[in-house]
């Protein structure tokens, strides 16, 4: 027996209908030409259903109930499961001329984030048919429609154009999460409410603060995605919007430390502000620094959760920075202090070796 990705069981081999109905000919001792008068079926449409060459029909099924007494319906689901069997046989030929483009996939680590069926590498034709359940495509040219065509506007960078394959299977991943939850429906006024409560919780540890930042976000109609990064992905964040006009925020926590997680958030976040519908803005280390879109939402992080006239007296006031005088700033201004290192260090105040122990750092759960 076979088994797809929603557990049902499909047989290795069928036989066919027609042997059905021979055998019970035989059974009830009755020719092909006494069951041609009887039926009202000619002895070649007979000949045909027997040797597979013609199907059972809605009437031919009727005409075998009445005479032989099974039920029309025993008669369908016989020619339903053989028509299907041959299907499933002509779909595995053409999965088989697939492999090539599942190639291009992590899949091993796409199964261990439970994306795709634990498929062993040898099964190729059956990974094929779990990316295609995956994407919910009937094909790598439909699989092209959908990603490919769609009207994208990336933080461009050659090694994310060059790995569409891996962004769009992370995507995919953060999509379906964000599909599974609840939210109101979207409101930019109810969602700028809720900022000032979302950059209170940068003083939490990241896993106690994501339950509290998907409700928030939830509350305003903003889907919150935290999708664990898929090798070469090299994106932190993502901002989308599903096809019924929801807006989804997806963080990989690629860097997996305090400021670049927060950075990333308020950055997706003011790109839901700008309501770019048909847009897929994602985060990623090169990116087009002359993009309005991406300056607006790298100026709403950075002031959202360091305001510049206090960043501007903090930096003017001090020829060092210690610890301590960022931990007091950070203290007065109700963030993590990692948050004022990772400031600091990305305008050149301080080296990018110095105050990384103020950073929290954090890992995904196993």
Known sequence: MAENSQNQYFPDEVTLPGETLAETLKAKSMTQAEFSLRS????????QI??????????????????LGASAQFWMNRETRYREYLARIEEKEHLSSLTSWASYFPYAEMAKRHYVEPIPH???????????DFFAVVSPSAWSDVWEKREVAFRRSAKVCDNL????????????RAYDLSAEDYSASQFRAVIPSLRALTNSPIPDAAPEMESLCASAGVRLALVPELPKLGASGA???LRDSKPVIQLSLRYKTTDHFWFSFFHEA???FQESR???FLDTPAFDLDAPEEEEANKFSGDTLIPPVAYASFVSSHSRFTAAIIRSFAQELEIHPGIVVGRLQHDRKIPFKNHNGLKQRVTWKA
Request: hydrophobic content about 40%; overall charge positive; glycine content about 6%.
């Open 40 to 47: 009202g079926l000619s002895e070649k449409t007979i000949s």
């Open 50 to 67: 027997i040797n597979g060459k013609a199907p059972i029909t809605h009437e031919s099924a009727l005409a075998f109930e009445r005479v």
């Open 122 to 132: 040898t099964q190729k034709e059956a990974r094929v048919s779990s990316l295609l």
């Open 165 to 176: 394959h891996v962004v769009a299977s992370w995507l995919r991943a953060g999509e379906r």
């Open 239 to 241: 901002t989308y919007w």
């Open 270 to 272: 003011k790109h839901v």
């Open 278 to 280: 048909k847009k897929v």
